[in-house]
């Protein structure tokens, strides 16, 4: 058990919906990322938040939006789903300058019919 | 284009049979070489981190090595539960700390 927590752990949707999904960090850590990983795609890293703000950006589409709170739990939407993007989406998180080292949680399966 | 490769896709060993699995990177200042292991349906499970050529980390089984361009995750006498998919990922100087570029992986199956 890495210590990051994420809900829901599988969810299906139709195209053109919303979801949110929701993750706790690591007890102590600051930062929270997000991947997304599909079968052809591997993983790929989305966004990252560091105590509350923005740190980087990667392959995030416009569709999707994430956010962190106070409290350090962060959430990922995701607007008019399509297809492709049924995936796994994993919430990870770190203590910024504790080497580098990643934990991440056990995913949210998500499936768009 | 900051790159991760890894070799084989798949491999099939047998209880014992000691093998390596590669990790090759192209990446611009490379800051820390991440090896994790991936069961079906589960997140990755950190195992290693490298940061310079040379160095080397142990943990049960496995031995995680670097090189300047290479990374090598060494199994010795593999069991059935070490079966999973070994993900290695770069992380690049100008990369944030979660950028991390992922190779697709190496399947393992351990074979009784």
């Known amino acids: 058990d890495s210590g990051v927590t994420q809900t829901p752990k599988h969810l299906i949707t139709a195209t053109g919906q919303r979801v949110t999904l929701r993750c706790s960090p690591r007890?102590?850590?600051?930062?929270v990322y997000w991947y997304q990983q599909s079968l052809d795609q591997g993983l790929q890293f989305l966004i990252q938040?560091?105590?509350?703000?923005?740190?980087a950006k990667g392959n995030i589409l416009e569709r999707f939006s994430a956010q962190q709170f106070p409290d350090l739990h962060s959430e990922l939407n995701l607007s008019s789903l399509e297809l492709g993007d049924s995936a796994l989406y994993f919430c990870?998180?770190?203590?910024?300058?504790?080497?580098?080292?990643?934990?991440f949680g056990e995913g949210s399966w998500l499936t768009v019919v | 284009e900051d790159q991760v490769t890894q070799s084989p896709e798949a491999l099939r060993l047998q209880e014992g049979e000691s093998s390596s699995l590669n990790c090759s990177y192209t990446v611009s200042g490379l800051r820390g070489l991440f090896w994790y292991r991936q069961d079906p349906g589960k997140g990755p499970e950190f195992l290693f981190t490298l940061y310079s050529a040379g160095e080397e980390k142990e943990k049960e089984r496995l031995k995680a090595t670097l090189t300047k361009k290479e990374s090598f995750l060494h199994i010795t006498a593999p069991k059935p539960e070490d079966s999973a998919t070994y993900l290695c990922a770069a992380l690049a100087s100008r990369g944030s700390q979660g950028n991390l570029i992922f190779g697709k992986g190496t399947k393992l199956s351990v074979k009784p």
């Open positions: 938040y560091y105590n509350g703000e923005e740190r």
């Open positions: 007890s102590g850590d600051l930062s």
């Open positions: 990870a998180s770190s203590v910024e300058g504790s080497g580098n080292t990643i934990y």
